[in-house]
């Protein structure tokens, strides 16, 4: 049997520097507390709990040290914290941070944003924070319409698209395209992909491993964004498509017959949950031999190099 796990698979950038950045505030502050969850991923939340971090939804005064998470927060937020006199530790992702320097940049140059993303995700409701109610959230491409109707509203002739970090590739380009078909002459149509380039990676290797294996494993939180389009790129390339948070969900036996097996994580899954189910993979009794492989995107084409694990 060959697993082919992802170069990308598990902790980008910015989860990572959050987590590891949690960690260390946590050293020498144990009255510090996150609001929201840190990263989308329970276990590394409950591993966090376990050493003392509180998870808040909303700033207690009472705490006077309080770290930002990955996906970041509200202008509000920041707001509210200098005038309660609360100490920001702010691991936002230096992405998202970008984005909504983007969106106040934009509005204040008189632009309308069209923000493609989940309205719900975090990351969204801090970017949207910026625009000056001046902003419309894309989920697909039957939110074009309407969000036209809105921009006519808002008489504005300039528009903005841009994204949240882990949307898809594939949808935004098909909404950019539906936006120039759609949108009236008259409108300046400005379009930035914020898509970040891990995530585009990640969604480019999950595509082409799943082209060629039995079987694509996608592990990650069933609450984490980026994980599930990563599933639903798996389900459209390959037959058998699995999501699960960790090796305790697999089900051995469905492995008995086949020779390829793909294996993507999520940008919040740690490496150890990754370890895990290649481990348990290799401790099946279908699996005389397993041979690890690490593939990677080799540019922008649809081209991958190997790596021995």
Request: proline residues 2%; glycine residues 4%.
């Amino acid at each position: 049997m060959e697993i082919i796990v992802g170069k990308n698979a598990g902790f980008c950038y910015g989860v990572k520097r959050a987590v590891e950045g949690a960690e260390n505030e946590l050293k020498i502050n144990d009255k510090i507390a996150c609001i929201g969850e840190i990263v989308h991923n329970k276990q590394v939340v409950e591993s966090l709990k376990k050493k003392g971090m509180k998870f808040i939804e909303k700033l207690d005064k009472d705490i006077k040290t309080t770290l930002i998470r990955a996906h970041g927060i509200s202008k509000e937020v920041y707001e509210m914290a200098k005038k309660e006199k609360i100490e920001i530790k702010d691991y936002t992702c230096p992405n998202v941070l970008k984005i909504h320097e983007i969106a106040k940049k934009y509005v204040d140059e008189g632009y309308y944003i069209f923000l493609c993303g989940n309205p719900e995700h975090p990351e969204n409701i801090g970017t949207i924070s910026y625009c000056n109610n001046r902003c419309s959230i894309i989920k697909d491409e039957a939110d074009i319409k309407p969000a036209l109707q809105r921009l006519k509203t808002n008489k504005c002739d300039k528009l903005l698209l841009i994204s949240q970090t882990t949307y898809s590739v594939n949808k935004f380009d098909k909404i950019a395209k539906k936006l120039e078909e759609l949108k009236p002459k008259n409108i300046n149509l400005v379009i930035k992909n914020t898509i970040c380039k891990s995530t585009e990676l990640r969604q480019k290797e999950t595509e082409q491993i799943a082209k060629l294996v039995d079987c694509m494993i996608i592990i990650g939180g069933k609450n984490s964004s980026n994980s599930k389009k990563l599933y639903e790129i798996a389900k459209e390339n390959c037959n058998n498509a699995i999501f699960i948070e960790t090796k305790d969900e697999l089900n051995l036996d469905q492995f008995n017959n086949y020779e390829k097996i793909g294996i993507m994580a999520g940008a919040s899954t740690p490496q150890s949950m990754i370890d895990d189910v290649v481990n348990e993979l290799k401790s099946s009794k279908y699996v005389e031999k397993s041979r690890i492989l690490r593939w990677k995107v080799v540019d922008k084409r649809p081209l991958f190099k190997l790596y021995l694990g």
